[in-house]
């Protein structure tokens, strides 16, 4: 187990942000949480789990312990006829993972390529992109309570995976007396079990896909032209967090009743819509954002991206104050533009 003091975390956030832990302690292995919470001080102290830092904004220094998530190891634990089954460690980074995955011969994440963060975060957010959620693959995960330091095991019931939700975002009901499902800031997810189904077929069911399909002329695309289509469109849309300090999308897309939907398209008939299965109707945060002017708009050093409004960057400087502010401009122009709440995806920290 390694402490360290005054860590400066903007290398660890995809913002950019300035801020410091004062302490940090880097988790690599379940021995290391053992030892943790078998040290009375760093036991009681109130925790923060770090992954990748590709989901946060930081308002300022983070006063709780963080545990930066450094596990390791990717291995194949089944290979059957129907599906194969991967594991990987909390630490590792996701789109290698996916990459791994694809050199090992089995497809199935191909479509989630190219989203930032570690393999552990990928359950709390349930990421998804072009057709496909993480719920889609998911098989079970280890995590370590972090008051017992009992490890117990979830499967995709137990996870409650919604869009872009999951049990590890929700605190436990008020009553309970630290009883139930709710694990925000409870747990440490330790190792992912992800099922990737045989025989494997694309999803190609986005028109940026299809397009890139029809382009190459592959009637019968592999997983690595699809992997090779998503990065290249997620490249064309989307600032490089290494480049530009970002958080990938930064606002849920809202769900309305197709009577809702019927009506905003009376007075905006050019609204992106996406019919969804449950019979609810899913908008286009990036165009309700669009329509309201704010592509390329700036709060001090924080601003719009100019090739996707759905996108918040640090232009340079930017603190987590500028973030939020910016972001609550953006939730009360497209409320009043369009009578609908705008939810963020990071957790502002």
């Given at each position: 187990?390694?402490?360290?003091?005054n860590?400066?975390?903007?290398?660890h956030?995809?913002?950019?942000?300035?801020?410091?832990?004062?302490?940090?302690?880097?988790?690599?292995?379940?021995?290391?949480?053992v030892?943790?919470?078998?040290?009375?001080?760093?036991?009681?102290?109130?925790?923060?789990?770090?992954?990748?830092?590709s989901?946060?904004?930081?308002?300022?220094d983070?006063?709780?312990?963080?545990?930066?998530?450094?596990?390791?190891?990717r291995?194949?634990?089944?290979?059957g006829?129907?599906?194969?089954?991967?594991?990987?460690?909390?630490?590792?980074?996701?789109?290698?993972?996916?990459?791994?995955?694809?050199?090992?011969?089995?497809?199935?994440?191909?479509?989630?390529?190219?989203?930032?963060?570690?393999?552990?975060?990928?359950?709390?957010?349930?990421?998804?992109?072009?057709g496909?959620?993480?719920?889609?693959?998911?098989?079970?995960?280890?995590?370590?309570?972090?008051?017992?330091?009992?490890v117990?095991?979830?499967?995709?019931?137990?996870?409650?995976?919604?869009?872009?939700?999951?049990?590890?975002?929700?605190?436990?009901p008020?009553?309970?007396?630290?009883?139930?499902?709710?694990?925000?800031?409870?747990?440490?997810?330790?190792?992912?079990?992800?099922?990737?189904?045989?025989?494997?077929?694309?999803?190609?069911g986005?028109?940026?896909?299809?397009?890139?399909?029809?382009?190459?002329?592959?009637?019968?695309?592999?997983a690595?032209?699809?992997?090779d289509?998503?990065?290249?469109?997620?490249?064309a849309?989307?600032?490089?967090?290494?480049?530009?300090?970002?958080?990938?999308?930064?606002?849920?897309?809202?769900?309305?009743?197709?009577?809702?939907?019927?009506?905003?398209?009376?007075?905006?008939?050019?609204?992106?819509?996406?019919?969804m299965?449950?019979?609810?109707?899913?908008?286009?945060?990036?165009?309700l954002?669009?329509?309201?002017?704010?592509?390329?708009?700036?709060?001090?050093?924080a601003?719009?991206?100019?090739?996707?409004?759905?996108?918040?960057?640090?232009?340079?400087?930017?603190?987590?104050?500028?973030?939020?502010?910016?972001?609550?401009?953006?939730?009360?122009?497209?409320?009043?533009?369009?009578?609908?709440?705008?939810?963020?995806?990071?957790?502002?920290?």
């Amino acid at each position: 187990m390694i402490v360290e003091q005054n860590v400066a975390l903007a290398p660890h956030n995809s913002f950019g942000i300035v801020a410091k832990a004062r302490e940090l302690v880097r988790v690599r292995s379940e021995a290391d949480v053992v030892q943790l919470l078998a040290d009375p001080r760093l036991a009681a102290s109130p925790k923060f789990v770090l992954g990748g830092g590709s989901n946060i904004v930081l308002t300022g220094d983070v006063r709780s312990l963080v545990l930066k998530v450094e596990i390791a190891g990717r291995r194949v634990i089944e290979d059957g006829p129907r599906a194969a089954v991967i594991e990987a460690g909390a630490g590792e980074n996701w789109h290698e993972l996916v990459d791994w995955t694809l050199a090992q011969g089995f497809g199935g994440l191909e479509n989630l390529a190219l989203i930032p963060g570690t393999v552990g975060a990928a359950p709390v957010q349930n990421i998804g992109a072009y057709g496909v959620e993480l719920q889609d693959r998911f098989e079970s995960l280890d995590a370590v309570d972090l008051r017992s330091g009992r490890v117990f095991t979830l499967d995709a019931r137990q996870c409650a995976f919604g869009y872009r939700d999951s049990v590890f975002k929700h605190a436990a009901p008020q009553g309970e007396a630290g009883r139930g499902m709710g694990l925000a800031g409870r747990a440490l997810i330790l190792r992912v079990r992800l099922r990737l189904p045989k025989p494997w077929r694309p999803e190609l069911g986005y028109m940026d896909l299809e397009r890139k399909r029809a382009e190459a002329g592959a009637e019968r695309p592999t997983a690595r032209q699809v992997f090779d289509w998503v990065c290249a469109i997620r490249r064309a849309k989307l600032p490089d967090p290494r480049v530009l300090g970002n958080a990938g999308s930064f606002f849920k897309n809202p769900t309305v009743t197709p009577e809702q939907c019927t009506d905003i398209i009376a007075r905006e008939p050019g609204i992106v819509h996406y019919p969804m299965p449950d019979g609810s109707v899913k908008l286009a945060a990036g165009w309700l954002i669009d329509a309201c002017g704010w592509k390329g708009k700036s709060v001090g050093n924080a601003g719009v991206y100019e090739k996707q409004a759905l996108v918040l960057v640090n232009r340079g400087g930017a603190t987590g104050g500028e973030v939020v502010t910016l972001a609550r401009a953006i939730q009360t122009s497209v409320y009043e533009r369009f009578g609908i709440r705008l939810e963020p995806e990071p957790v502002v920290v």
